[in-house]
């Protein structure tokens, strides 16, 4: 005849198992030392794989957060245009790049660009291949790089400025590995704009960090 039990159980042990089932079936079948014996393995096994699932869980995260605490971390702290922004001037931006993280970011490699864009940049920001040569920068230290623009500014150009039929961009890249060997970039993408301080102005995408 069926047995119907009603209540959830969860048993620690296998020996705690054991004991539950030849209380509680024992008058139904015998029970073999083969069979406890099975029965008891199966158990510690599963346990075991339960545990060892879990320990291996543990240790991965451990190492994630590890590493997310201790990896170097490369931000963009400033853009601007160096000189001002007037007819007969070839635009010449500069960012400022600092390493906040706790070790050295390596192999650092980098793509400036700045120039004339119509119609304004969306969602999908240009990526050109990186340029040759690697740098090191060390926790807290900061470096910045310029670039000029192909063509001058006229008067034409900079009423299209203002009037936004025009923008001038300056957007690039960043790539480096942290100590761990994993690589990781940093994106930004600037606008002029003739009311802020250093007349540039966050573009909507193309800021990011990973």
Not at 97 to 119: H, Q, W
Not at 166 to 195: M, P
């Amino acid at each position: 005849m069926p047995v119907k039990c009603d209540v959830m159980l969860d048993f620690s042990t296998a020996k705690d198992t054991v004991k539950y089932l030849v209380q509680t079936y024992g008058p139904l079948f015998p029970a073999t030392a083969t069979t406890v014996a099975a029965i008891i393995a199966a158990f510690a096994a599963r346990a075991a794989m339960r545990s060892a699932r879990a320990s291996e869980e543990n240790v991965e995260t451990g190492k994630r957060s590890m590493e997310l605490a201790n990896r170097a971390y490369v931000c963009v702290t400033a853009t601007k245009f160096i000189e001002k922004v007037s007819p007969g001037v070839l635009p010449n931006a500069g960012v400022t790049f600092k390493n906040i993280g706790k070790t050295p970011a390596k192999m650092c490699r980098l793509k400036l660009e700045v120039g004339y864009v119509s119609p304004q940049f969306g969602r999908v920001i240009p990526e050109e291949p990186l340029d040759e040569g690697e740098f090191t920068l060390a926790p807290s230290q900061q470096q910045t790089v310029f670039i000029l623009a192909d063509e001058p500014l006229d008067r034409q150009r900079l009423v299209e400025l203002h009037t936004e039929v025009l923008f001038l961009d300056f957007w690039g890249r960043i790539v480096y590995q942290d100590i761990f060997g994993k690589e990781h970039e940093t994106t930004w993408c600037s606008t002029y704009s003739a009311n802020s301080p250093t007349k540039m102005a966050l573009h909507k995408y193309g800021n990011n960090m990973t």
